[in-house]
């Protein structure tokens, strides 16, 4: 018998929400994850900025009408951009990267009224044309100035831009997971990956580091970095709303007003962006806290032997589904850890290197602390490039039809606090 159409709905949602998120979570897991997380940043924001006596809403809203916030021209709104991006954010680099690439991204405006708030696209094949941040000027007195240093570190330094950078300059890393091709983005999930839950997991997360390098000294940033928190934490609960619980437009736009300090007319077009593309609002949040957790493990497990460089060199040289990112970390924990049970007489230490061997292949799968991700493909080790019977296995995980793979469930952690510590035509990831 045929299927309905609202189940044909469903299992089309389900398979752009595991294609975007690498996860078997369920829209209302989603959901709930969503809410959970909205609460959780509201509360820590009224208790760390001393406002606890005013809703998120009633602040944010103080926030939009402060005229002081906004831009005056489209010249004024690029430059503060790039004095944030080229004068305050790289010369600290080196404080989270042990090699940090030359700055060549541009930061540029696009004239469209229907354009994507702000959005990265990577530099071309031959390198004649550079990394470019696009912000929609044609709104530029919707921008607010307590959104810079939040969106810089997303879209340019070190999020997007760095994470491309790296990724392309590691001779190991195959063609086709440098240059992602971002053309016919409703083929998904009839696509080939996009790894899109750690291309804004990773974004989202650089927005978190500049809270350790001192960039949200200033309360309006500061407040700025937990509205994009928010932005990303309700995305949770309004994509699949629109998409699973039967949530209107309206109730969409309204629950962003409430719960972002964003403009009406901006809000406006990210539900756009919503309704048109499902399921990929979903990574970011999904994305970080797995990369916050797995930050998390890793000082766990090494104590002072954890470098924060290390750790970051480990994740941009291992883009890919959760599952393998997971193992990339385990790989690099292992790789850390001198071994001190080996016996001295088995006369391996040349085939070693601290108790680790060197070309050593494990089964194990990837496995949370509270949930099954799957089996994980190896890599040769952590923040290296897979080696090449693995891409193999990378081509079957990405092309084999769900109906002939094993079904796993998957749940994403709890949030591990860390604190102190459609219109860009050639890729579109935006904040």
């Not at 959780?40 to 602040?59: D, F, K, L, N």
């Not at 799957?374 to 290296?384: L, Q, R």
């Amino acid at each position: 018998m045929r299927r309905s159409r609202s189940k044909q709905r469903e299992d089309y949602y389900l398979a752009c929400l595991k294609f975007h998120t690498t996860t078997q979570l369920t829209p209302q897991e989603i959901h709930s994850l969503g809410l959970s997380e909205v609460k959780r940043i509201e509360s820590e924001t009224a208790q760390e900025m001393g406002i606890e006596s005013h809703t998120a809403a009633e602040v944010f809203q103080i926030l939009k009408d402060d005229p002081e916030q906004r831009f005056g021209s489209k010249e004024e709104l690029l430059s503060t951009y790039r004095q944030r991006v080229y004068g305050d954010i790289y010369p600290l680099m080196h404080q989270l990267f042990d090699s940090v690439p030359e700055v060549n991204v541009t930061i540029e405006g696009v004239d469209e009224p229907n354009a994507v708030f702000a959005y990265y696209s990577g530099p071309s094949m031959d390198g004649s044309r550079q990394g470019t941040f696009f912000l929609n000027s044609y709104i530029y007195d919707k921008h607010k100035k307590y959104e810079v240093t939040a969106l810089s570190l997303h879209e340019a330094i070190p999020g997007h831009h760095f994470h491309y950078a790296y990724t392309r300059k590691n001779p190991s890393t195959p063609d086709f997971r440098k240059y992602i091709d971002s053309t016919r983005m409703g083929d998904v999930p009839a696509k080939f990956p996009l790894h899109t839950v750690f291309v804004e997991g990773w974004g989202l997360y650089a927005e978190m580091l500049g809270e350790e390098l001192g960039l949200y000294a200033d309360p309006y940033q500061r407040l700025g970095r937990y509205s994009f928190e928010l932005l990303r934490a309700s995305r949770l609960v309004v994509d699949t709303g629109i998409h699973a619980l039967g949530w209107s437009r309206d109730k969409a736009v309204n629950f962003l007003l409430e719960h972002t300090g964003m403009s009406e007319t901006a809000i406006q077009i990210e539900v756009n962006r919503y309704i048109t593309w499902p399921g990929q609002a979903c990574s970011y949040k999904i994305g970080e806290i797995k990369i916050r957790e797995l930050r998390q493990k890793a000082q766990n497990a090494l104590g002072n032997l954890f470098r924060l460089q290390d750790f970051h060199g480990v994740l941009l040289q291992c883009t890919g589904p959760l599952n393998i990112l997971e193992q990339c970390v385990n790989n690099y924990i292992e790789r850390t850890i001198p071994s001190i049970d080996e016996p001295e007489e088995n006369g391996n230490e040349n085939d070693k290197e601290n108790g680790v061997e060197e070309n050593g292949d494990s089964s194990s799968p990837g496995v949370t602390e509270n949930g099954d991700m799957g089996d994980s493909t190896n890599s040769e080790n952590a923040g290296a490039s897979l080696k090449s019977d693995e891409y193999l296995a990378l081509f079957v995980i990405f092309l084999v039809p769900s109906s002939l793979k094993e079904q796993g469930s998957s749940t994403v952690p709890a949030h591990t606090p860390i604190r102190g510590v459609w219109a860009a035509p050639s890729l579109a990831f935006g904040r």
